[in-house]
């Protein structure tokens, strides 16, 4: 797999869950669908990228 920092599934993998986070807080939907990250599965699968949360390490930075 490429390195994390410029792999698109690994951040396709932790976009998602901003995004879904975002969506429960907001109220605009109430839990992550099972099916909803599966062509994050599929990329993984094929090697196309990262797409084991577990295996991706996230390095948040303030920019403020």
């Known amino acids: 797999f ?3 920092d ?3 599934v690994a ?3 932790i976009g998602h869950e901003i995004i ?3 969506r429960i807080e907001m109220g605009v ?4 669908s ?3 990250a599966k062509f994050l599965d599929l990329a993984h699968e094929l090697g ?3 797409g084991r949360r577990s295996s991706i390490d ?3 930075k303030n920019l403020g």
Request: charged share 35%.
């Open 2 to 4: 490429p390195s994390h």
């Open 6 to 8: 410029t792999d698109p």
């Open 11 to 13: 951040v396709d993998r």
């Open 20 to 22: 879904v986070a975002k």
């Open 29 to 32: 939907q109430k839990e992550d």
């Open 34 to 36: 099972p099916t909803a």
């Open 48 to 50: 196309l990228g990262e």
């Open 58 to 60: 996230l390095i948040e």
